[in-house]
């Protein structure tokens, strides 16, 4: 008898913010579940956010809500086991969506292939990972680099692991990693003193993911390419409002990459088409992915609608008349960067808000 691997769609993400991830992995799981999807690995970075994982002890947060702030790390509560730990950039985390089947619903042994996923990860960089008796994780010496949570619900699974590449260890310094103390936390770059390409330690991740859970991993591309441009006057920032039919929530100006254009040149007509003022935008070093759920473009694309944007700043003169189109919006205003995180609608938007903030206030 021939025995068959299964197929396991790949998505290479890129900045996801945690919110956005958790409504991802939700809508796969729900399709894993209902058999319309193969299983998939989802891989990517999320902005500086700390998690509670549920049945979590919320005196293993060190640091108050302002001392957060000033370090631009968010808090969230989540349903995946395990107890607190930090995600940030230079982290690899993985989200594998996998139907655990007859035969290995074992939840005690998927969390062990995981571990044995990472433990050879690692070793491709000269490091020797292990597992320790009751904490979960894989170790280097007494010290974490790779954090483990997940979930299983009707036997598929979603969360997973958070592997530290080069990750600002500073920040978990605000939190009792995993509720452990006395205990470390360690990175690839760390162990190894040079610097690892990210991408480089994803390609390892997928191949020792498809080694360990006898997978054939097929990569997927994102559904939609996108720009987003966040129009601002010095002080204040330019939102349109979407027309209800399309979304009826207030955002930058957004648009696809259009076949044969580049990233900067669908920002430069979006920008004109939407506004009818030119500019040069400016990249804000943002890469996003999030899920869109809409009926709209569930008509022309399959589901789920997985898209990457590329952000960018430009600086218009608010008393230049905006002139809309009018087929996507029905209205605009200028808004305070505070106005603003009261008016947008999802996450991605906000943290291209905050770079652009961030960005004014050192210039």
Known sequence: MINVMRTCSLHQLHRVTYENGLR????????RQRDEIDDQLLLLE???????????????????????????VRFYETTRGGDITYHGPGQIVGYPIVHLGEGHRD?????????????????????????????RGIWVGSNKIAAIGVRVARWVTSHGWALNVSTNLEHFRLIT?????????????????????????????SAKFAEVFERELVPRAETLRLIKVVAYDGDRVLLLHRRPERGNTWQPITGGIEDGESPIESARRELREETGQSAEPEPLD???????????????????????????AATLDSATPIRLDTSEHDACAWFTFAEAYEKIRWTDDREALERLQSQVAVS
């Open 24 to 31: 991802l992995q939700e809508k796969l799981v729900e399709m």
């Open 107 to 135: 939840v005690r042994k998927y969390v062990t292939r995981i571990e044995e996923v990472l433990i050879r990860t690692v070793a491709e960089y000269g490091i020797t990972a292990t597992r320790l008796e009751g904490k």
């Open 286 to 312: 943002l890469v996003q992915s999030f899920m869109i759920d809409s009926q709209f473009l569930a008509s022309q694309h399959p589901t789920p609608i997985i898209a990457s944007e590329i952000a960018y």
């Open 46 to 72: 999320h902005p500086p956010v700390i998690t509670l994982g549920r049945g979590g002890d919320l005196r293993n947060l060190l640091a108050s809500g302002q001392l957060l702030q000033s370090h631009g």
């Open 177 to 205: 990693p995993c509720g452990i103390h006395g205990m470390g936390v360690t990175s690839i770059e760390r162990e190894t003193g040079r610097r690892v390409p990210l991408e480089e330690v994803r390609a390892v991740l």
